[in-house]
């Protein structure tokens, strides 16, 4: 069964550095969403996006954020410039069309120290 | 704003025993929802869909339905099993926002042999 993949699984990285977290959506999905959940806390959406632009961002994704579709199959997400708060598990979904499942990955848990 | 809520927190139950799980939301304009498990440290799975125009969704021993107006959605799971042992979320979307998922707290869910 196709499954929502992310690498790597887990990032440690030192605060005001950048990185980068990768995603292989299914692949005859066209919707594709970034969330991420702190410990203990709920899950929280980030960004969704469409036909390789943005659908929608939160508050939480302001411009050290931005999203990737660099070719057919990887989604990515990079934070320029880490904070301490950014240390989280952060989820790729995609999504088959308007109103289907979403599909999640396992995760990336970012340790910001 | 949307407001999910998943109450109880926490519950315990013996093997074999019917487990029933509650989300309520505050606004009632939802597009969809649905109703995840997640495994310690792990990915979000998809457990079952249920559109808003829908009043209950079957899959296997899940069963789930959905009361709009009263803002209110139930996952019945029969004859519980220790593999069931997780936490469950339930999260929304709505209307005007039909990609973003808002989600619960979650109940995490201990079935003991």
């Known amino acids: 069964e196709p499954e929502v993949t992310q690498t790597p699984s887990h990032q440690v990285t030192q605060m005001g550095q950048e990185v980068i977290l990768r995603c292989v959506p299914i692949s005859n999905h066209l919707y594709f969403y970034w969330y991420r959940q702190i410990l203990g806390q709920k899950v929280e959406f980030l960004v969704s996006?469409?036909?390789?632009?943005?659908?929608?961002k939160s508050e939480i994704f302001d411009d050290q954020f931005s999203v990737e579709r660099p070719d057919g199959s990887n989604f990515t997400l990079k934070i320029r410039s880490t904070k301490l708060e950014d240390s989280a598990m952060y989820f790729c979904?995609?999504?088959?069309?308007?109103?289907?499942?979403?599909?999640f990955g396992p995760g990336t848990r970012l340790t910001v120290t | 704003k949307q407001e999910v809520t998943q109450i109880p927190a926490a519950l315990s139950v013996p093997e074999g025993e019917n487990l029933v799980l509650n989300c309520s939301f505050t606004?009632?304009?939802?597009?969809?929802l649905q109703w995840f498990r997640q495994d310690p440290g792990k990915g979000l799975t998809s457990l079952l869909l249920?559109?808003?125009?829908?009043r209950e969704q079957t899959s296997g021993r899940l069963n789930a339905s959905l009361d709009k107006s009263s803002g209110r959605s139930t996952l019945y799971i029969a004859a519980s099993q220790p593999g069931d042992s997780a936490t469950y979320l339930c999260?929304?979307?709505?209307?005007?926002?039909?990609?973003?998922?808002?989600f619960g707290a979650g109940t995490q869910v201990v079935v003991t042999p």
């Open positions: 996006f469409y036909n390789n632009e943005i659908s929608e």
């Open positions: 979904a995609s999504q088959r069309d308007r109103g289907n499942e979403q599909y």
């Open positions: 606004d009632s304009a939802i597009y969809n």
């Open positions: 999260a929304v979307s709505s209307t005007d926002s039909w990609g973003k998922l808002q």
């Open positions: 249920i559109q808003s125009s829908q």
